[in-house]
Each structure stands twice: as C-alpha cells, then as structure tokens.
C-alpha cells in the first residue's frame, strides 16, 4: 500500500484531504479508485490505514480502518555534516539515499571548497518535499531534520564525531571505529576535499578522521555507503 507523511493532520479517524498534491498523487498518479487502502502516518511509530471512500477533483475522502506499529527505526543516531557538493541534484540525491539507511538529521555547510550554491527558501521547499517523499517510499517513521548551518564547521552538540579524509594513510578505517557508540558525527567534504585549514581543525577538536581503504568515492555516494556499513554492524 503506498504511504503519505502528515504531520497535522488527526489521524486515527475518518477524515477527508484537499491539498492538492495529495489529490493528484491519489487521483491522477496512482490512478486510485474508491474502496483501495493506503496508508497514513505522523511520526508517532503507528501506521494508519485507510480506505478510499470518495474522489473528486479536489478531495479525497477516507474511511478510517485500523492501526498498527510501524517498521522501528534505528536505534542508531546518525548525523550527516555535509559540504555543499557543486549541484543541487548531488543535495537530493544524498537526501534520498541517506533517508533510506536511517540518517536521522542533515546538516549541510560551506566549506572552504564548496561551490557557491545559493540555497533560497524556494529550494529548502523542495528538499524537505524530497525528504518526505523518500520517507514514505523507505517506511521511515520520521523525516529527518534538515539545516543549513553558517558556520565554516559546525560543532555537534553531541556524540562522537568522525571526517572522512582521503589521506588513508593518516586516518582510520571505517572498520575500526566503534560503531556502538551514539550518537554518530560524521562529515564528508565537497569535491575538491578539505583544505590543509580544515583538516588542522578537526585535528584540534580530537575528530577521528577516517577512510574508506584506497578507493575514493564521489562526495555524494560516500554517505550511502558509510551510513548502512554502520547500521549494519
């Protein structure tokens, strides 16, 4: 059954939606008709399922059917930090792959390195869209935080912190950390890597810099990978 994030609405009753991307995905997407379930949830762990009761070019009537838990979260609290990639696509695209391996919060900077993207509030409107979308695709109970910080390096307010270095031989394997440990930190440069300032900071601060062996992954496929290595162990 396809599933919808409403954050504000009263679920666990019946109920009818006229907002009008919810109305298409129903009626003109998913081609839906009357009697077929799908599911609602808000965040609070419970899966709401619902029949269709009525379609209209502007509403959507449901029928309240029962309830039940949904597929648990991670226990896990992993944060990405990540350096403004070059395109905005490369952001959506860690979006939506961090989403499905259980990242919690996403916290995007400008790195020495950074491409000068300007992130407008019509942006950030499309990201949270996207995070929503790929919440419901994954079964996510929650949508994960998303921020952009001003500050060169943002300082975790808690947790163990690591930054992926390709210098793999100054760093630690990805292997070797404890994974047990929570919250998880990690940051992941931009393109051009982190310059000789920013790595002397993470020095200061005690970060752990890591790597992933000789091979050096793409700034927007390294978080996939890192994210279910460590849900995994």
């Given at each position: 059954?396809?599933?919808?994030?409403?954050?504000?609405?009263?679920?666990?009753?019946?109920?009818?939606?006229?907002?009008?991307?919810?109305?298409?995905?129903?009626?003109?997407?998913?081609?839906?008709?009357?009697?077929?379930?799908?599911?609602?949830?808000?965040?609070?762990?419970?899966?709401?399922?619902?029949?269709?009761?009525?379609?209209?070019?502007?509403?959507?009537?449901?029928?309240?059917q029962e309830s039940h838990q949904g597929i648990q979260d991670s226990t896990k609290i992993i944060r990405l930090y990540?350096?403004?990639?070059?395109?905005?696509?490369?952001?959506?695209?860690?979006?939506?792959?961090?989403?499905?391996?259980?990242?919690?919060?996403?916290?995007?900077?400008?790195?020495?390195?950074?491409?000068?993207?300007?992130?407008?509030?019509?942006?950030?409107?499309?990201?949270?869209?996207?995070?929503?979308?790929?919440?419901?695709?994954?079964?996510?109970?929650?949508?994960?935080?998303?921020?952009?910080?001003?500050?060169?390096?943002?300082?975790?307010?808690?947790?163990?912190?690591?930054?992926?270095?390709?210098?793999?031989?100054?760093?630690?394997?990805?292997?070797?950390?404890?994974?047990?440990?929570?919250?998880?930190?990690?940051?992941?440069?931009?393109?051009?890597?982190?310059?000789?300032?920013?790595?002397?900071?993470?020095?200061?601060?005690?970060?752990?810099?890591?790597?992933?062996?000789?091979?050096?992954?793409?700034?927007?496929?390294?978080?996939?990978?890192?994210?279910?290595?460590?849900?995994?162990?």
């Amino acid at each position: 059954m396809q599933r919808f994030f409403f954050s504000h609405l009263p679920l666990g009753k019946d109920i009818t939606i006229s907002e009008d991307s919810f109305v298409h995905q129903v009626s003109r997407v998913l081609r839906a008709t009357i009697g077929e379930n799908i599911i609602l949830f808000n965040g609070d762990g419970q899966e709401y399922i619902y029949t269709i009761r009525t379609i209209t070019k502007k509403e959507i009537g449901l029928s309240f059917q029962e309830s039940h838990q949904g597929i648990q979260d991670s226990t896990k609290i992993i944060r990405l930090y990540q350096a403004l990639p070059n395109k905005y696509e490369k952001i959506e695209y860690i979006l939506q792959k961090g989403i499905e391996v259980w990242v919690q919060e996403f916290i995007f900077f400008r790195s020495e390195r950074s491409q000068r993207l300007a992130i407008h509030s019509h942006k950030i409107e499309r990201f949270n869209e996207i995070a929503r979308e790929a919440t419901e695709q994954c079964f996510g109970n929650t949508v994960p935080a998303i921020l952009f910080s001003e500050e060169k390096i943002p300082t975790p307010k808690d947790g163990y912190s690591y930054v992926f270095h390709t210098k793999w031989e100054w760093s630690k394997h990805l292997r070797d950390i404890d994974t047990d440990k929570n919250p998880f930190n990690i940051f992941i440069g931009p393109e051009g890597g982190w310059s000789p300032w920013e790595i002397a900071i993470f020095k200061e601060q005690n970060v752990q810099l890591i790597h992933l062996w000789e091979r050096i992954l793409r700034t927007e496929t390294t978080w996939p990978v890192t994210a279910f290595f460590m849900i995994q162990r």
